[in-house]
């Protein structure tokens, strides 16, 4: 694949820059193509198991598609005490898929995440890397509302 | 060279030679799950850990001699964590003879942890044969923490894997299964007899002439043998 | 512009300053926090108000890193005026501009507020949340705009390498740092000149420096606002820290939750090549040296020393048996010297100031200062820096301003997974590293999370386990296992499912975990545990022997009932109960059918009355 050709040339095929390489892939695909990993592997010529295990490993790898849009739900011990597990069940209900899944109709993906670094306003959930201080149940059935609405651009307000 | 004490005794062995070599060379036996001579030094099942003066338990299988260390590879402490470890080992795989015999050397007589019947310990022998001595390289660690396994790539067939058997060969809880193991219990206490029940059925002790396991009388409850129990090697066995 | 020389160095330093104070300025909080809140919005319309209102060119409008109130942010602050404004929406822009900065007059309603008086005040060190503050490390922050390294220079950046290099040994820059006494920030609080002095005495020409800005911790931010906010002053700590020990290469491995601080991180370092602090001949001297950054992947155990070595060399972030100790053998075997950012943050100060300067702030054993993250059941949540040996009740009352309205403070939580509930008894412990260990806590990185009486301590303990069984890597039994098991256990408790002999299990599980994890990581994870069962068992056995949970969280074990006699009959809860539960007319008393309630609080939300009531 040409595109993957040129990610593993901007680091070098060396195996101390795979993760940068796998995080751009990510960064790129949204996920990690099996077809991917099977190329990396070859040419930076490091055993497919172990370049496997790193895909694993790490949080910020999805093996899988995910979404249009991610819901990421922060569960930092100050969003979990300000109520984070509560936002977390209810997108569950409100999706109908449990966290770390995607949703039928490719919309949403929805996972957790261990801390984003704004504790003070807990609790935060972020979507599509944008934040959303001081979350409460009410406001985000609003915003997945306006998210569900079939626009094109569809644009979350604060 | 360097000069430490383990258990009280001096002992001299070469500078990065572990605290495991070092007590074998005294005749201290120190149990080990996921060590083998073979293959590198991995540190994962802390049953060889130690005491050390400063009150620290290290793993034996990969903690460097150095000069002065005092050693005690069978204090209290520990005693208890080996059973510990012993009794969580259980609770992931009770099936396995080799942890059933850990489990009798140690006292350990019951297992208080919601029992999952697995076949695997994660003890990684079977990763680093098959990377270290096959040169392969075919299976791996996947996931991390609580759900950390043992697998190929993408769970599919493996290209590299040559069928070898040496995963299987070394693996410490698939080798032969226990058969004394009934639930609601996860500890069969059978092997834990101090007179094998063998010797009026056979002419000599079954475990010692290789059948470990096999030969079945020495496995508890109403179960008895007869003629129509199957033989296995030319013994009649339980199912 | 290439230095060359300390006195180039100081001649820049003079000609910027009096250029940058010539200009009234407008600084505008780029934290997260308040970004999160919109001080992006703020900052575009300052600049379209002044741009419109002709005086573009006479106003400097900048963006700072993380202010430390993130409770009340976006925060502004105003050059030379020195008004601090909280609280800034879009719509005061215009006001700001043609009353603050035009006329001098202050807006009231943006003031701050004294808590005891009521009073509005102007400048930032009036309020109790700054006051009590020693903000050293944070001194620059809110100040100067971090993608600008002539900012930094202005202020006296780099003066310190600048002298290191031209009149001091790396021997010197050692013992200096040893009589400062500065230790780790990362948690353990190990001697840093220690440490350096023996990654020195390791054989070997290459050597490296790295610093460990993986602050997975969750609820800290603290190292986040370093890199966002003032990443020269690490960076220059780090090249200090390079000559002293003589690393030719280092790494500032960050985490890749923080794509800002990465990216900050890039602009300064490249203008710091620019400026020659980085690369060949540093300051004319035979000193060469370069930073590249490594971002983390999404681990929490990569936090561990020997860890983050592992996935700088590209493979998954388990950790190693340690002796050899990362300064003997480290990064592909080289010794190297790992830091905490606020670790190296601090090394330039302590090299201008001088060692006696900061033994003199802390205590006898904990010198210096220590960002926390002041987080979750208390008034003012920010970033704070405060001298090592305050208590944790002034950090707690003074600067966090106290418990949330009706509520009552319990504990504090410090140290993050590997750290420790301390219960409100314990409040004038001073903290510092022996302090808070004796008490069954740590330092840890700096987060500090209030916890009040509708916090559960038991679920606080398993929502860590859950965390830990999660992020440990699973390489050894003890860790893997027993934090799974531990958890099962927590979780039974916080069901009503759990008896005594589980919480005998859970204790002596939680010693052996203690005792025979490979890593800090399991060897720190039963700390939340243990602490939890030594200050608040009395939560545990009413959890398991009466079923009841007195905080009112575990949700098996309450239920959510309606007052009648506070309920006004608005209906407003019952719409959104996604159970249909709520059933009543409109002003008559709402009654919630406890068969269908799935406890999920909505209606205690959105209750305006507090009708809604968890018992």
Redesign the interface.
Same mark, same amino acid.
């Given at each position: 694949m040409q595109e993957i050709e040129a990610i593993i040339e901007r680091y070098g095929a060396q195996r101390r820059h795979v993760i940068s390489i796998l995080q751009d892939i990510q960064a790129q695909f949204h996920y990690l193509p099996k077809d991917a990993l099977m190329e990396v592997a070859a040419r930076v010529r490091i055993p497919l198991i172990e370049l496997y295990s790193i895909a694993t490993f790490y949080n910020c790898f999805s093996l899988l598609p995910r979404g249009e849009h991610i819901i990421k739900v922060c569960l930092g011990t100050a969003c979990h005490l300000k109520g984070g597990t509560r936002l977390v069940e209810a997108l569950e209900r409100e999706l109908g898929v449990r966290e770390g899944e995607m949703t039928p109709d490719g919309r949403f993906s929805f996972e957790t995440v261990r801390c984003v670094g704004a504790c003070a306003l807990a609790p935060l959930v972020l979507i599509d890397e944008r934040y959303y201080p001081k979350m409460t149940q009410r406001k985000m059935t609003q915003v997945l509302a306006r998210l569900r609405r079939p626009r094109p651009t569809a644009e979350a307000e604060r | 060279m360097t000069k430490l004490r383990v258990n009280g005794i001096e002992v001299e062995i070469e500078e990065g030679a572990s605290l495991l070599e070092a007590a074998q060379h005294l005749g201290i036996e120190i149990p080990t799950l996921c060590f083998h001579p073979g293959l590198s030094a991995y540190g994962a099942c802390r049953l060889c850990v130690v005491e050390l003066g400063d009150g620290r338990l290290v793993s034996a299988c990969t903690y460097p001699a150095q000069e002065g260390l005092r050693v005690r590879t069978h204090s209290p402490r520990v005693m208890r964590a080996r059973r510990m470890l012993i009794e969580l080992l259980l609770s992931i795989c009770p099936s396995s003879k080799r942890l059933q015999d850990l489990a009798a050397e140690h006292q350990v007589e019951r297992v208080r942890f919601a029992v999952r019947d697995e076949r695997c310990i994660l003890c990684g022998l079977c990763v680093r044969m098959c990377a270290e001595q096959m040169m392969a390289r075919a299976i791996g660690f996947v996931n991390r923490g609580y759900r950390r396994r043992i697998t190929t790539p993408f769970d599919l067939r493996s290209e590299v894997c040559r069928r070898c058997g040496g995963c299987l060969y070394i693996c410490p809880v698939c080798e032969a299964r226990c058969q004394g193991v009934e639930a609601p219990s996860a500890v069969c206490g059978s092997c834990m007899t101090p007179a094998p029940t063998c010797p009026p059925v056979y002419e000599d002790l079954a475990c010692y002439m290789g059948a470990a396991g096999e030969c079945g009388t020495c496995v508890g409850g109403p179960r008895t043998l007869d003629s129509h129990s199957p033989t296995v090697a030319g013994r009649r066995v339980r199912v | 512009m290439r230095v060359r020389t300390l006195e180039q160095l100081r001649a820049l330093e003079h000609e910027l300053r009096a250029t940058r104070d010539r200009k009234p300025c407008v600084r505008v909080c780029g934290g997260?926090?308040c970004?999160?809140?919109?001080s992006e919005d703020v900052l575009g319309r300052f600049r379209a108000v002044l741009e419109s209102e002709g005086l573009a060119d006479a106003v400097e409008v900048k963006f700072t890193g993380c202010h430390g109130f993130? $409770?009340r942010?976006p925060l502004v602050s105003l050059a030379p005026q020195e008004v601090f404004y909280q609280g800034v929406e879009v719509d005061d822009v215009p006001a700001i501009v043609t009353q603050t900065l035009a006329r001098g007059a202050v807006i009231e309603r943006l003031l701050a507020q004294d808590p005891i008086t009521g009073k509005r005040v102007r400048q930032e060190q009036e309020i109790p949340f700054y006051r009590r503050q020693q903000r050293i490390v944070l001194r620059f922050n809110g100040v100067i705009d971090p993608t600008d390294i002539r900012e930094y220079i202005a202020l006296g950046g780099y003066r310190a390498l600048g002298d290191v290099l031209t009149h001091r040994t790396p021997e010197e820059v050692i013992e200096i740092i040893e009589r400062s006494g500065l230790r780790g920030r990362g948690g353990a609080g190990f001697p840093t000149g220690k440490k350096w002095r023996l990654a020195r005495a390791a054989p070997g020409s290459i050597k490296y420096v790295i610093c460990n800005g993986d $602050?997975?911790?969750?609820?800290?931010?603290m190292d986040?606002s370093l890199l966002e906010g003032n990443p020269h002053g690490v960076i220059e700590g780090m090249i200090i820290g390079a000559y002293a020990v003589g690393a030719t290469r280092g790494i500032i491995y960050v985490r890749? $939750?923080?794509p800002l601080a990465v990216r900050t991180l890039q602009i300064a370092l490249a203008q710091a090549r620019e400026y020659g602090f980085l690369g060949e001949a540093i300051f004319d001297s035979a000193f060469s040296f370069d930073i590249e950054i490594?971002?983390g992947?999404?681990?929490?155990?990569a936090g561990e020393e020997t860890a983050l070595i592992a996935?700088?060399?590209?493979?998954?972030?388990e950790p190693?048996?340690r002796?050899?100790y990362p300064v003997q053998r480290g990064v592909w075997g080289h010794p190297t010297v790992i830091n905490n950012v606020e670790t190296w943050a601090n090394v330039p100060i302590i090299l201008e100031r001088g060692p006696e300067w900061f033994a003199r702030l802390g205590t006898a054993t904990s010198k210096g200062t220590k960002i926390f993250? +002041?987080?979750?059941?208390v008034a003012n949540?920010?970033?704070v820096e405060i001298p090592m040996g305050m208590t944790l009740r002034e950090l707690v009352e003074e600067i966090g301003g106290g418990a949330l309205p009706q509520r009552e403070i319990k504990a504090v939580?410090i140290g993050?997974p590997s750290g420790g509930c301390l219960p409100k008894a314990l409040f004038d412990l001073p903290i510092d590293y022996e302090s808070l260990t004796e008490a069954g806590a740590m330092m840890g990185s700096g987060?500090l999370?209030v916890?009040d009486d509708r916090?559960c301590m038991v679920d606080?303990a398993r929502?860590?386990m859950d965390? +830990?069984?999660?992020?440990?890597?699973?390489?050894?039994?003890?860790c893997?296992?027993?934090?799974?098991?531990m958890y099962?256990l927590l979780t039974a408790m916080c069901e009503g499912r759990a008896t005594d002999?589980d919480l005998d299990?859970l204790e002596?599980?939680a010693q052996?975990v203690k $005792?025979?994890?490979?890593c800090g990581l399991g060897q720190t994870a039963p700390n939340p545990v243990l602490t939890t069962l030594r200050y608040f068992r009395s939560e545990y056995e009413a959890h398991i022997r009466q079923k009841r949970c007195p905080a009112g969280v575990c949700k098996a074990l309450i239920r959510y009932v309606i007052n009648a006699e506070r309920c006004t009959g608005c209906v407003a809860c019952v719409q959104?109960c996604?159970q249909h539960a709520i059933s009543g007319q409109l002003k008559q008393p709402h009654v919630i059918d406890q068969e269908r309630c799935i406890k999920?609080?909505?209606c205690h939300?959105?209750c305006q009355f507090g009708a809604v009531e968890i018992v």
């Open positions: - | - | 997260t926090g970004r999160a809140r919109g993130c $409770e942010g $602050e997975g911790d969750p609820g800290a931010f986040r890749e $939750e923080y490594v971002r992947a999404g681990a929490f155990v996935a700088v060399e590209g493979r998954v972030s190693r048996q002796p050899p993250s +002041l987080v979750g059941k949540t920010g970033l939580q993050g987060g999370i916890m916090t606080v929502y860590f965390f +830990l069984r999660d992020e440990s890597c699973g390489k050894c039994l003890p893997r296992e027993g934090t799974q098991r099962e002999a299990l002596e599980l052996v $005792e025979t994890s490979l959104p996604p999920c609080g909505i939300e959105v």
